[in-house]
């Protein structure tokens, strides 16, 4: 997509931009908080205006026609989600496969509010030897961007709580605020 085009719909709707794209070729971005449909379109329009290429994951059933040729546009990467495959072992032949690759992921695992978030980010960036970014849309603040790099320890459990208290401490507010549950305590 165009850049200038992506900037100039960003700021009509009202929304800041803040932040480079991430410089690491290879990454994994977090998206938080993911309570609503409109926080992909706001990350894709963001990350476009800003020169930057991420991908998402996408169940392989949605690459039909005439949706597959926009997914792929998008950057969307099809994936296998059959009992038996391994997600993990498909992102990190994708990492190996690409010289630029960089994949945003929402830790919440759903748009729906829980509150056991997902360790597949810190599963896949291991395996794969990349770093891990912060990215946020803050829905109070209209504010969307992406922040420092987040050092992974071997300990996932831990790293998730580091993440969710980033992301409280952000007081980033989600679309649907009520579906956004940031408490470390509840791990």
Request: proline share 6%; hydrophobic share 45%.
């Amino acid at each position: 997509m165009n850049a200038r085009f992506c900037s100039l719909l960003l700021k009509s709707l009202g929304w800041k931009t803040q932040g480079p794209p991430i410089p690491a070729a290879k990454c994994i971005i977090l998206g938080a908080p993911h309570t609503s449909v409109w926080d992909f379109i706001i990350s894709v329009l963001f990350y476009n205006a800003i020169g930057g290429k991420a991908s998402i994951l996408v169940k392989k059933e949605f690459f039909f026609w005439p949706v597959k040729g926009f997914l792929l546009r998008l950057g969307a990467i099809p994936v296998d989600r059959t009992k038996g495959v391994s997600l993990v072992k498909q992102v990190v032949e994708a990492f190996n496969s690409r010289e630029h690759l960089q994949i945003a992921i929402a830790p919440e695992g759903t748009r729906k509010p829980t509150v056991k978030w997902k360790g597949g980010f810190h599963t896949i960036a291991k395996a794969a030897r990349v770093p891990v970014f912060f990215g946020y849309f803050d829905w109070g603040k209209k504010e969307v961007g992406v922040a420092e790099e987040f050092p992974l320890s071997d300990d996932q459990k831990a790293d998730i709580k580091v993440v969710r208290q980033w992301y409280k401490d952000k007081g980033v507010v989600g679309k649907h605020p009520k579906n956004f549950i940031t408490g470390t305590d509840l791990d």
